[in-house]
């Protein structure tokens, strides 16, 4: 079979009985792991059976999802799956696919252009390096609060680690919050 290269149609990837997953671009062994970091990455795949050649690429999405779902990385309500679960069989069950994909559509459109909005107001301007600070602290954070996570330079140890003194935090919290007026009066600016 013809090797693909980058943006030549879908990589594909072979599945043998073993379970193994064999990746035709990089003549490779892949993992479950490998091909969420290529969705992530927004490369195109196609999973077949390589007995078969039937394709299996839902299956394998819906194992990849499954996976991060049972790892602590919950990102569908229980309330949305049991909906979900009540629509098969259902007269509407031919239409809440279209309807999810546009719905995901849609929110990742916002979810760019609010992403682009926020960068191109602060590309050229002072606020700039808040800007990233904020941002690495905030997913500082974000990782801290992980189940298992770590605040990034931080050695991992059975303790937590020690707290800052309260006059530090407060002059933190202080300037955290000057910095937040300043961006909100930014963003107000360029509603106007």
């Known amino acids: 079979m013809k090797k693909q290269s980058v943006g030549d149609g879908p990589v594909i990837i072979k599945k043998y009985a073993n379970r193994r997953l064999y990746n035709t671009e990089t003549s490779s062994y ?3 792991e490998h091909l969420a970091a290529m969705t ?5 795949f196609k999973v077949v059976d390589a007995k078969t ?4 690429t839902h299956n394998v999405l819906t194992q990849i999802i499954m996976e991060e779902e049972s790892r602590g990385e919950t ?6 799956l049991r ?5 098969y069989g259902d007269s509407m069950q031919t239409m809440v696919p279209g309807y999810l994909e546009a719905s995901m559509d849609s929110f990742r ?4 252009q609010f992403k ?3 960068e191109g107001a602060f590309a050229n301007s002072p606020f700039a390096d808040i800007a990233k600070r904020n941002m690495a602290m905030f997913e500082a954070a974000a990782t801290a609060f ?3 996570g770590q605040m990034p330079g931080m050695p991992m140890t059975g303790s937590a680690p020690a707290a800052p003194s309260a006059a530090s935090k407060d002059d933190e919290i202080a300037s955290l919050k000057a910095e937040l007026s300043k961006l909100t009066e930014k963003i107000e600016k360029l509603d106007k």
């Open 30 to 32: 892949i993992t479950l």
């Open 40 to 44: 992530r990455e927004g490369r195109d």
């Open 53 to 56: 050649d039937a394709d299996i």
């Open 75 to 80: 990102m569908l309500p229980i309330n949305f």
């Open 83 to 87: 909906q979900l679960i009540s629509m």
């Open 109 to 112: 459109r916002n979810h760019d």
């Open 116 to 118: 682009s909005a926020v």
């Open 146 to 148: 992980k189940p298992g």
